[in-house]
């Protein structure tokens, strides 16, 4: 048969010289692709071929007349570059990069803080310090918080438990801060109700007093020895009590709050 003479590779039966014409015989008849009636052509075994770089990725089919690409796109770059297969190129490329200072294997970052070097402490700044970056970080912790992320440790579970000996009134005293004491700090413009001092302030009970709130939880519950659950039970229940009764209060810096009755307590 003549060279310039092409059989179908699937019927043997139908011969043309032209190509296209050979293409047209094969999708009608066979449902046969082109790039598969190209490799059966002109490819050993019918296979097509993979990229030269060695991947194993196929490579993309041209036309009927110029067969399949030799590598897949970008892939030769590793073959006739640095960044490739062809370790003498590369290290060609990185000692003339070397040479003319257009690159160092050093980081960018290299022996800089933001104490010796000014374009450094910039961009500290920018990213931990930046009112940007705080507002992300809030809204990250609240979210943690709302959602369970973060759950807050306490009693055994905490790294500074010592067995429950945490003193009761400071306990307490926590716990009445941010229903209590914090309201009557901000009701008041955050200043002394004698004095007008913006200094050291605390909420004094003008009325009710304290140690007779606390007596009263420890009648209702049990004196509670080290027993930090039951602590922190009577601290929920004195908070409660100064919710539900409606506890008065007076902010008073601590000179005043001494004057009121001898020590700074609430």
């Given at each position: 048969?003549?060279?310039?003479?092409?059989?179908?590779?699937?019927?043997?039966?139908?011969?043309?010289?032209?190509?296209?014409?050979?293409?047209?015989?094969?999708?009608?008849?066979?449902?046969?692709?082109?790039?598969?009636?190209?490799?059966?052509?002109?490819l050993s075994g019918g296979k097509e071929p993979t990229c030269a770089c060695g991947?194993?990725?196929?490579?993309?089919?041209?036309?009927?007349?110029?067969?399949?690409?030799?590598?897949?796109?970008?892939?030769?770059?590793?073959?006739?570059?640095?960044?490739?297969?062809?370790?003498?190129?590369?290290?060609?490329?990185?000692?003339?990069?070397?040479?003319?200072?257009?690159?160092?294997?050093?980081?960018?970052?290299?022996?800089k803080t933001k104490e010796n070097d000014s374009e450094f402490a910039k961009i500290?700044?920018?990213?931990?310090?930046?009112?940007?970056?705080?507002?992300?970080?809030?809204?990250?912790?609240?979210?943690?918080?709302?959602?369970?992320?973060?759950?807050?440790?306490?009693?055994?579970?905490?790294?500074?438990?010592?067995?429950?000996?945490?003193?009761?009134?400071?306990?307490?005293?926590?716990?009445?801060?941010?229903?209590?004491?914090?309201?009557?700090?901000?009701?008041?413009?955050?200043?002394?109700?004698?004095?007008?001092?913006?200094?050291?302030?605390?909420?004094?009970?003008?009325?009710?007093?304290?140690?007779?709130?606390?007596?009263?939880?420890?009648?209702?519950?049990?004196?509670?020895?080290?027993?930090?659950?039951?602590?922190?039970?009577?601290?929920?229940?004195?908070?409660?009590?100064?919710?539900?009764?409606?506890?008065?209060?007076?902010?008073?810096?601590?000179?005043?709050?001494?004057?009121?009755?001898?020590?700074?307590?609430?």
């Amino acid at each position: 048969m003549d060279l310039s003479t092409f059989t179908c590779p699937e019927c043997g039966q139908y011969e043309t010289t032209k190509l296209d014409s050979l293409r047209i015989h094969c999708q009608k008849k066979h449902n046969l692709p082109t790039r598969k009636l190209y490799a059966l052509l002109f490819l050993s075994g019918g296979k097509e071929p993979t990229c030269a770089c060695g991947c194993g990725e196929p490579t993309k089919f041209l036309t009927l007349q110029r067969g399949f690409s030799e590598y897949v796109l970008g892939h030769a770059a590793r073959v006739n570059n640095n960044w490739g297969h062809n370790l003498k190129a590369r290290e060609k490329s990185l000692k003339k990069r070397r040479d003319e200072g257009l690159w160092s294997r050093d980081p960018w970052n290299r022996g800089k803080t933001k104490e010796n070097d000014s374009e450094f402490a910039k961009i500290v700044e920018r990213a931990y310090n930046s009112k940007e970056e705080k507002i992300r970080k809030s809204s990250m912790m609240k979210s943690h918080w709302e959602n369970g992320v973060i759950s807050p440790l306490t009693g055994s579970a905490h790294s500074q438990w010592k067995g429950g000996t945490s003193a009761l009134q400071p306990l307490v005293r926590s716990h009445l801060h941010s229903v209590w004491v914090y309201p009557k700090l901000k009701a008041s413009g955050f200043r002394c109700f004698k004095c007008c001092s913006t200094d050291s302030l605390e909420v004094h009970h003008d009325g009710e007093r304290f140690a007779n709130i606390l007596y009263k939880a420890i009648l209702e519950l049990g004196e509670p020895g080290d027993d930090f659950e039951k602590k922190s039970l009577i601290a929920e229940w004195v908070t409660d009590y100064h919710i539900e009764k409606n506890v008065s209060g007076v902010v008073l810096c601590v000179g005043c709050h001494d004057g009121e009755h001898g020590s700074a307590s609430l």
